[in-house]
């Protein structure tokens, strides 16, 4: 059972457009949603995150939008850059461990 | 502060064998969380522990084990090592006041 079904697998954006990768979830006691970045190679690293109780985050170019009610969110990238291209996940985590679940993944790529 | 370091980075093993990871957190973090990232099934949470007592596990067989040392040091073993054990198994180190998981850069274990 995929409790966190995020899509697309992959997208194409052009330099200095907007990147959106969605998620949705089931279990309604996830109370911490993440997203993490992947470059090749590497370990996940923590880009931003969100709680129920707020609708929108926003950290520099990279914003959570969050609808508790539709059980989804979203990680939305403006301006995005060449460097930006790497493998996004989303996540899920209840309040009551610290046992992350993730969406399968999103590869980003920024054409120049 | 230094991120969360684990070793070895590489290692090959054939199937049969056991082997040991470790993974030191981020200083001042108590949490240790393990996951497993596999092309197929993505990444999923193996344990965590938390001042040296095993408080989550996820669903793997017993083959996965894994432990902490009062410094918040982790080690995970695995026994009886098969193919399917392929993997890059990535550490994470969290404060308890937040959900924050910071992950390391992983270990790439082939069986052969």
């Known amino acids: 059972q995929q409790q966190v079904k995020q899509s697309p697998q992959s997208l194409i954006v052009q330099k200095g457009g907007i990147s959106i990768i969605n998620c949705a979830y089931e279990?309604?006691?996830?109370?911490?949603f993440p997203w993490y970045q992947q470059f090749p190679g590497k370990g996940p690293a923590l880009l931003i995150a969100?709680?129920?109780?707020?609708s929108e985050k926003k950290e520099g170019r990279f914003t959570i939008s969050f609808n508790k009610s539709a059980k989804q969110f979203s990680l939305h990238i403006m301006d995005s850059q060449p460097g930006d291209s790497a493998t996004y996940f989303c996540a899920a985590l209840p309040g009551s461990n610290y046992k992350l679940t993730f969406g399968k993944g999103t590869l980003l790529t920024v054409n120049p | 502060k230094a991120g969360v370091t684990q070793t070895p980075r590489y290692l090959i093993k054939t199937r049969g064998q056991q082997v040991t990871l470790s993974c030191s957190p981020i200083s001042g973090h108590r949490s240790v969380s393990w996951y497993q990232q596999t092309p197929g099934q993505g990444l999923q949470f193996l344990f965590e522990y938390f001042s040296e007592t095993q408080r989550n596990k996820g669903n793997f067989p017993g083959r996965f084990s894994g432990r902490q040392f009062s410094n918040s040091r982790s080690e995970m073993n695995v026994s009886t090592l098969e193919l399917g054990d392929s993997a890059l198994y990535l550490c994470?180190?969290?404060?308890?006041?937040?959900?924050?998981?910071?992950f390391g850069p992983g270990t790439r274990l082939t069986v052969t």
């Open positions: 994470a180190s969290s404060l308890l006041e937040t959900y924050e998981q910071y």
């Open positions: 279990n309604t006691a996830f109370d911490y």
């Open positions: 969100i709680r129920p109780d707020v």
